[in-house]
């Protein structure tokens, strides 16, 4: 099986990681499992990226006052 991909959006090695996976023995499972764990840490990280930002931010200027969410996702994160 392979897969052939022209201007859709996948990068190459995204799709050498999911053929891998397919010819695993834990096949197609294990696979989309690998792809979604990818993308939460991801995600996660360009998370932890925007608080660090806006924790910078706020450091130099203390008068700036943020919306509540910001300031909880900054506790949190801290």
């Not at 859709?8 to 834990?26: A, C, R, T, W």
């Not at 792809?35 to 008068?63: C, H, Q």
Request: proline share 4%; net charge positive.
């Amino acid at each position: 099986m392979f897969f052939k991909c022209v201007k859709s959006g996948y990068s190459k090695s995204q799709l050498e990681f999911v053929h891998d996976g397919i010819m695993s023995p834990n096949g197609l499972s294990s696979t989309i499992a690998n792809v979604r764990r990818r993308g939460l840490t991801r995600y996660y990280k360009l998370y932890k990226i925007f608080a660090e930002r806006v924790r910078r931010i706020k450091a130099g200027n203390p008068a700036n006052i943020y919306p509540l969410y910001l300031r909880l996702w900054i506790n949190i994160v801290k």
